[in-house]
């Protein structure tokens, strides 16, 4: 079992930077797990947005965010986190970070995926 909480979250002006991290604890060792990042826009549903396995050797993203997110783990750290620049004001949604203990990964599918922080929210103001 892990518990996530995710931090980092804030109010930025469009093209700014944020790096958002997720933090994990319990008696299951971190690289245990593949990390997914995930994002709830105000009136939208929940949407994948980059994932890592359970190594770090390997990083997914959606089209929306690719070459400006970048998903990273430092297992030592139990630690997670989503380097976000470029931001933009479509950018503004609530951010969740979700493990999955089970391969092969299915990144984008949330059902696949055990455990769920509780969101960390970033609004960006154009």
């Known amino acids: 079992q892990v518990q996530l909480l995710e931090s980092g979250g804030r109010l930025v002006q469009a093209g700014a930077s944020l790096r958002l991290s997720c933090a994990a604890s319990?008696?299951?060792?971190?690289?245990?797990?593949?990390i997914g990042w995930f994002r709830q826009a105000p009136g939208k549903e929940r949407e994948f947005v980059a994932s890592?396995?359970?190594?770090?050797?390997?990083?997914a993203y959606a089209s929306s965010v690719k070459g400006r997110f970048t998903i990273s783990r430092d297992n030592a750290k139990n630690t997670a986190y989503l380097q976000m620049n470029s931001l933009k004001p479509e950018d503004t949604a609530d951010y969740y970070c979700?493990?999955?203990?089970?391969?092969?990964?299915?990144?984008?599918?949330?059902?696949?995926?055990?455990?769920w922080g509780q969101g960390t929210q970033v609004t960006v103001s154009s």
């Open positions: 979700a493990a999955q203990a089970t391969p092969p990964l299915r990144d984008e599918v949330e059902e696949a995926y055990d455990y």
């Open positions: 319990g008696r299951t060792a971190f690289s245990s797990f593949a």
């Open positions: 890592i396995t359970w190594s770090g050797s390997t990083t």
